[in-house]
């Protein structure tokens, strides 16, 4: 999105490490409120959050003035997620859909949990690394649900429109999306994963 940019906190890895956003005359810009939920018919904006192959969990603060990205806090630490051998990190950029909301009154028939309060979290798959704040244009492929400690998570799997593979990924039950994992001959760990073309199974 050019008529948004982000500025950093320089302190990272803490509770002080915030990235807000700015319009090019240097006001302040909200995320979740300001970028539209759409570009044109049936393409969406993410905001990118975590950087794949990164560990920290970081996400938009709905409840917090400018609604900075920042680092997520479980039971009063500084969330990472568990690495995935061989993997470091996320697999995938990881961010998420502004102007939705998962609703924390509303209970899911998929799930029979309520929504978990926070935006819509969307996974961008294939090529490009994208950095912390970047707002892109994705196209969705599927979705999938979650429940995460008795709340549901929705999360959108999504490819850039701009990315050199978009117009082979259309639905992920024409291509598949999903990571297989193949355990090597004579071994009891899983080798790096890999995107498959082949027909989805579901």
Same mark, same amino acid.
């Given at each position: 999105m050019s008529s948004c940019s982000s500025k950093e906190h320089p302190v990272s890895h803490s509770l002080k490490d915030w990235l807000f956003?700015? @319009?090019?005359?240097?006001? /302040?810009?909200?995320?979740f409120h300001d970028i539209p939920v759409y570009t044109v018919k049936n393409v969406f904006h #993410? &905001? #990118?959050?975590?950087?794949?192959?990164?560990?920290?969990? #970081?996400?938009i603060i709905t409840k917090d003035p400018l609604n900075p990205?920042?680092?997520? &806090?479980?039971?009063?630490?500084?969330?990472?997620?568990?690495?995935?051998?061989?993997?470091?990190?996320?697999?995938?950029? /990881?961010?998420?859909?502004?102007?939705?909301?998962?609703?924390?009154?509303?209970?899911?028939?998929h799930? @029979?949990?309520?929504?978990?309060?926070?935006?819509i979290d969307a996974c961008k798959i294939v090529s490009k690394i994208c950095s912390r704040g970047e &707002?892109?244009?994705v196209k &969705?492929?599927?979705?999938?649900v979650t429940t995460d400690e008795g709340e549901t998570d929705w999360k959108v799997i999504a490819i850039n429109v701009d990315d050199p593979d978009a117009a082979n990924y259309n639905d992920i039950r024409n291509k598949i999306i999903?990571?297989?994992?193949?355990?090597?001959?004579? @071994?009891?760990? #899983?080798?790096? @994963?890999?995107?498959s073309g082949s027909k989805s199974k579901f």
């Open positions: 956003f700015k @319009s090019p005359s240097g006001e /302040y810009r909200l995320p #993410m &905001v #990118m959050e975590v950087t794949r192959w990164t560990k920290a969990k #970081m996400e990205i920042k680092q997520n &806090v479980k039971k009063g630490k500084l969330h990472y997620i568990a690495n995935f051998f061989p993997h470091k990190g996320y697999i995938w950029n /990881y961010g998420a859909i502004p102007q939705t909301w998962k609703n924390p009154g509303h209970n899911d028939q799930t @029979s949990c309520c929504g978990d309060n926070h935006p &707002v892109i244009k &969705v492929l599927g979705i999938l999903l990571l297989k994992f193949k355990k090597k001959k004579n @071994s009891g760990h #899983m080798p790096c @994963s890999e995107i």
